[in-house]
Nanobody, 124 residues
Framework: VQLQASGGGLVQAGDSLRLSCAAS?????MAWFRQVPEKEREFVAA????????VYADSVKGRFIISRENAKNTMSLQMNSLKPEDTAVYYC?????????????????????WGQGTLVTVSS
């Protein structure tokens, strides 16, 4: 499965932005991570195969919404009330299995497939 992330850009603090991730085939559990230079890639949000279960990092809870449309093999991240500290390269990821575990969903090692990343810059 190949993943293609898109939708990044330059916005001001308080603005909204929507990221999309297109999968070349069926993707199971999926997630968004983000990374800034010289820091480890960090978990943002995850969603189960059905879309019925979602998990968020505390830093984005209440501001970001993860969703998916299985018929189109796509996943999205609606980012609201953006802050300068949200500035990062955002990566979409997918697992090879259908088992969804809330704790493991936030771990890098859980995901097998990764997209190329899309840059989000939030100015103050």
């Amino acid at each position: 499965v190949q993943l293609q992330a898109s939708g990044g850009g330059l916005v001001q603090a308080g603005d909204s932005l929507r990221l999309s991730c297109a999968a070349s085939g069926r993707a199971f559990n999926m997630a968004w991570f983000r990374q800034v230079p010289e820091k480890e890639r960090e978990f943002v949000a995850a969603i189960s195969v059905s879309g019925g279960t979602t998990v968020y990092a505390d830093s984005v809870k209440g501001r970001f919404i993860i969703s998916r449309e299985n018929a189109k093999n796509t996943m999205s991240l609606q980012m609201n009330s953006l802050k300068p500290e949200d500035t990062a390269v955002y990566y979409c990821a997918a697992t090879q299995t259908t088992l969804f575990n809330g704790v493991r969903s936030s771990r890098l090692s859980t995901y097998y497939y990764w997209g190329q990343g899309t840059l989000v810059t939030v100015s103050s």
